[in-house]
């Protein structure tokens, strides 16, 4: 389980996204995010870089959580 923060996640439609990123690394990872914090859990086998350079494909920031 890793966390990260993804400070421009805003609403429903970056969760989305943000799924969608982590499945196209892992398409057995689980992905938790709150919109007030900012805050994204991904489980996954997939190392946690390669999650983050997913997201940032994604258009997203990605900080350590």
């Not at 923060?5 to 439609?13: F, L, S």
């Not at 900012?38 to 190392?47: G, K, S, Y």
């Amino acid at each position: 389980m890793t966390v990260f923060r993804v400070p421009d996640m805003h609403c429903d439609g970056c969760i989305r996204s943000l799924n969608s990123a982590a499945k196209d690394v892992d398409p057995h990872a689980t992905l938790q995010a709150d919109l007030q914090t900012r805050l994204v859990t991904v489980t996954t086998t997939a190392p946690a870089d390669a999650v983050a350079e997913a997201f940032r494909e994604a258009g997203f920031t990605v900080e350590a959580g």
